[in-house]
């Protein structure tokens, strides 16, 4: 199901392009990918979708629509790239740096700061990506027991 009113496609036509079959095939499976695909699987997915749409015509949309700040490109966790969906112009992770679970989260109360950088840069601010990194809660959990078990008093008393 195609979505004809989300963000992206709202960027696509306010930026004066038609929403042609490939251009909404690909952000309908990124949408249902949970934001984020590597170039092989957005690809593969297409193709399952939609044999008439080439290689060649996926990755132009994708040009496009990074060019539009619909989607970016992303290095995570090695070298391969991954495409990822900007509803709104943002995109928000935390990563544990311990078992790479990615959690996304919707509100960034950036917009001050955004404000303040365009002032003082003079740029205009379109969209960012903004990742915090740590540990998350069951690697706390695991460390925190870690950590219990080896302050366990040793009984290495000789009386
Ligand atoms: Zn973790
Ligand atoms: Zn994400
Ligand atoms: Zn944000």
């Known amino acids: 199901m195609i979505d004809f009113d989300s963000p992206s496609t ?14 909404l095939t690909i952000l309908e499976i990124l949408e249902k990918h949970g934001g984020h695909l590597t170039s092989s ?19 132009r949309t994708l040009d496009l629509m990074i060019k539009l700040g619909i989607i970016w490109t992303t290095v995570q966790g090695g070298s391969t790239v ?7 112009g943002h995109h928000h992770h935390i990563i544990c740096t311990n078992c790479h679970k990615l959690i996304e989260f919707e509100d960034c109360r950036l917009e001050p700061l955004i404000r303040a ?12 990506l903004l990742e915090l990194y740590g540990l998350c809660s069951d690697c ?7 950590l219990s078990a080896a302050t366990i008093p040793q009984d290495d008393d000789d009386d």
């Open 10 to 23: 709202r960027a696509l036509r306010n930026a004066g392009y038609k929403l042609t079959t490939p251009r």
């Open 41 to 59: 699987e957005l690809l593969k997915l297409v193709e399952e979708r939609d044999t008439t749409i080439g290689r060649a015509s996926v990755f």
């Open 117 to 128: 950088m365009q002032d003082k840069y003079g740029v205009r601010v379109d969209g960012h």
């Open 82 to 88: 991954h495409y990822m969906l900007m509803p709104g």
């Open 140 to 146: 706390r959990n695991a460390q925190a027991m870690e």
